[in-house]
């Protein structure tokens, strides 16, 4: 069954870095683009940063966007999520999953959710 497991996460203080990853299995990672998400508590599951298909596409969220960087290893079957200079309001739990452009040019989520990985970010 076709599905991702994040890890990586952790406690940081403000302005560490932690290195999510996302390992794909059941299927072959290289044919989707991957994006990655987070929910805080208490406020709907958010998008964050999607990776492309092999077309070089890289898309952040203004929040993140000089603080984040996504990349992949298709050898790998693996995206990952490069965290720096994290802010508390970058707390939340990251979860990945394949992405959907839709003709409006948004992008969605589809597929299941991985159990995600907790970020906290609290001096």
């Known amino acids: 069954q076709a599905h991702f497991v994040e890890s990586g996460g952790g406690l940081v203080q403000p302005g560490g870095s932690l290195r999510l990853s996302c390992v794909a299995s059941g299927f072959t990672l290289r044919y989707y683009r991957v994006g990655w998400f987070r929910q805080a508590p208490g406020k709907e599951r958010e998008g964050v940063s999607y990776?492309?298909?092999?077309?070089?596409?890289?898309y952040y969220e203004d929040s993140v966007k000089g603080r984040f960087t996504i990349s992949r290893d298709n050898a790998m079957n693996t995206v990952y999520l490069q965290m720096n200079s994290l802010k508390p309001e970058d707390t939340a739990v990251y979860y990945c999953?394949?992405?959907?452009?839709?003709?409006?040019?948004?992008?969605?989520?589809?597929?299941?959710w991985g159990q995600g990985t907790q970020v906290t970010v609290s001096s």
């Open positions: 999953a394949t992405v959907l452009i839709t003709y409006d040019g948004n992008w969605h989520p589809f597929g299941s």
């Open positions: 990776i492309g298909d092999g077309d070089g596409t890289l």
